[in-house]
């Protein structure tokens, strides 16, 4: 019993008090984990960056195969800019593009962010944060790039998981953000 005292004692004399960590938006650390895999991520080669398809396609082959290759961050901020009708911030962006590259080519079966934010399901990501919120989503400049990784992961989730389960884990990441009072 004196032994567990002691340990007790000098465990919370010594500076390695645990303290307490205040919640962090699940957003904020996915931007972070982003932003930190983005520094120690190779530099991309000048041209189109080509990823493996498979060990049969000749490399000359993967080069020249759209479907093969991952979007570079102007293209993602391109395409996100004519889907959306704004720019995101260079944050999130480093974030989509991670978020992007982390997917195998079989997971979503090549599509593209035109395909992932087809108009209906645009409408749906909105339909349902109107329900909590009680405004459109990106209209709060502030809250826009938050909002922009909930419809990418919406979009994900839908493509991967299917209807119920998109809608289900939209509806609890946003509940999540309405009782933290973040948008």
């Known amino acids: ?31 972070r ?23 049969k396609i000749h490399s000359i082959a993967i080069e020249k195969d759209e479907t093969c290759r991952k979007l570079s961050a102007s293209e993602i901020e391109t395409n996100l800019e004519e889907i959306l009708g704004f720019k995101v911030t260079l944050r ?8 992007l590259g982390e997917l195998n080519s079989e997971e979503t079966q090549d599509k593209t962010l035109h395909q992932l934010f087809v108009k209906n399901r645009l409408l749906e990501f909105k339909t349902i944060f109107q329900e909590f ?12 790039n938050i909002d922009v990784i909930n419809a990418l992961n ?16 939209l509806r609890v990441v946003l509940r999540w953000r309405k009782d933290r009072s973040i948008c």
């Open 1 to 31: 019993m004196f032994g567990l005292n002691l340990y007790l004692h000098n465990s919370l004399s010594s500076d390695l008090k645990p303290q307490k960590s205040p919640l962090i938006d699940p957003s904020e650390y996915l931007c």
């Open 33 to 55: 984990l982003a932003e930190a895999h983005s520094l120690i991520k190779i530099p991309e080669v000048k041209g189109k960056a080509a990823i493996p398809c498979g060990d």
């Open 92 to 99: 999130t962006l480093i974030y989509i593009e991670k978020r």
């Open 133 to 144: 919120f009680n405004i459109e989503p990106f209209v709060n400049a502030k809250e826009r």
């Open 154 to 169: 919406f979009a994900i989730f839908y493509e991967l998981q299917g209807k119920r389960v998109a809608q289900e884990g």
